[in-house]
């Protein structure tokens, strides 16, 4: 079983799709790097993927930019698009990720390009994970970031983003199950058996213990403080 993670912004989707990909999820033969506070880390994103997407994204005239990133009218562009453009490198890519089965797809432009995909995808050989973060979580990750919310605008723009998703999923008969990173990492045992059962899938906590670095709570203290100077600093350029 073939697997996809969507996603509404930061939420642990590398990690678990690193955790996936040691579990023998094939995530491409060549996937993104990037920089971030503690350094360079895999995202686990196949670099053809994320070409095909801005590609798509290109060809829709839709842009993947602040609250642009999540228009659902922007999915329903990408749907009608199928029928009008040339697809024969997207089923080649398809052709490919299927020869290296299970696969697993991850970058955050899936969120609209989804909405192509599901055209040229064997659905019933597809899963999708929606994975998000504790609204609280997130807004001290964004806050850090200097990307400055308040927490109720976060966590009702969330909610509602990731609701709308999940009637999208279901309207259009996809597999797909909800999950908060954070619970996640909380319950791994339980989590790991929930997630097997669903895909279908031999995942271990070996393979987990591969990707994870769990952090100190003095650490976690230091985020959190850092996280309410940073939004005190900020408090009047805030998003509200």
């Given at each position: 079983?073939?697997?996809?993670?969507?996603?509404?912004?930061?939420?642990?989707?590398?990690?678990?799709?690193?955790?996936?990909?040691?579990?023998?999820?094939?995530?491409?033969?060549?996937?993104?790097?990037?920089?971030?506070?503690?350094?360079?880390?895999?995202?686990?994103?196949?670099?053809?993927?994320?070409?095909?997407?801005?590609?798509?994204?290109?060809?829709?005239?839709?842009?993947?930019?602040?609250?642009?990133?999540?228009?659902?009218?922007?999915?329903?562009?990408?749907?009608?698009?199928?029928?009008?453009?040339?697809?024969?490198k997207y089923n080649k890519?398809?052709?490919?990720?299927?020869?290296?089965?299970?696969?697993?797809?991850?970058?955050?432009?899936?969120?609209?390009?989804?909405?192509?995909?599901?055209?040229?995808?064997?659905?019933?050989?597809?899963?999708v994970i929606v994975l998000?973060?504790?609204?609280?979580?997130?807004?001290?990750?964004?806050?850090?970031?200097?990307?400055?919310?308040s927490y109720r605008y976060?966590?009702?723009?969330?909610?509602?983003?990731?609701?709308?998703?999940?009637?999208?999923?279901?309207?259009?008969?996809?597999?797909?199950?909800?999950?908060?990173?954070?619970?996640?990492?909380?319950?791994?045992?339980?989590?790991?058996?929930?997630?097997?059962?669903?895909?279908?899938?031999?995942?271990?906590?070996?393979?987990?213990?591969?990707?994870?670095?769990?952090?100190?709570?003095?650490?976690?203290?230091?985020?959190?403080?850092?996280?309410?100077?940073?939004?005190?600093?900020?408090?009047?350029?805030?998003?509200?």
């Amino acid at each position: 079983m073939n697997v996809i993670i969507l996603t509404t912004g930061i939420s642990g989707s590398s990690v678990i799709t690193g955790f996936l990909a040691k579990s023998g999820f094939w995530p491409g033969d060549d996937t993104v790097f990037k920089d971030n506070l503690t350094g360079k880390y895999e995202t686990y994103e196949n670099k053809k993927l994320v070409d095909l997407n801005n590609s798509l994204v290109k060809e829709a005239g839709v842009e993947f930019e602040g609250k642009a990133r999540y228009d659902a009218n922007a999915r329903d562009k990408l749907n009608d698009i199928y029928a009008e453009i040339d697809t024969t490198k997207y089923n080649k890519f398809i052709e490919e990720c299927n020869s290296h089965s299970p696969w697993i797809w991850k970058d955050p432009r899936l969120f609209l390009t989804i909405g192509f995909w599901r055209n040229c995808l064997d659905l019933n050989n597809t899963k999708v994970i929606v994975l998000h973060r504790n609204s609280y979580e997130l807004w001290k990750s964004l806050t850090i970031k200097r990307i400055i919310y308040s927490y109720r605008y976060l966590k009702n723009s969330e909610d509602k983003t990731r609701y709308e998703l999940l009637n999208y999923l279901e309207s259009n008969n996809f597999s797909f199950i909800s999950l908060e990173y954070d619970q996640f990492t909380q319950d791994l045992v339980t989590s790991i058996n929930k997630l097997n059962k669903f895909i279908g899938s031999n995942l271990k906590k070996e393979n987990w213990d591969e990707i994870f670095q769990s952090t100190s709570k003095f650490s976690r203290y230091k985020r959190t403080l850092l996280a309410y100077l940073i939004y005190i600093k900020n408090y009047k350029s805030r998003i509200k």
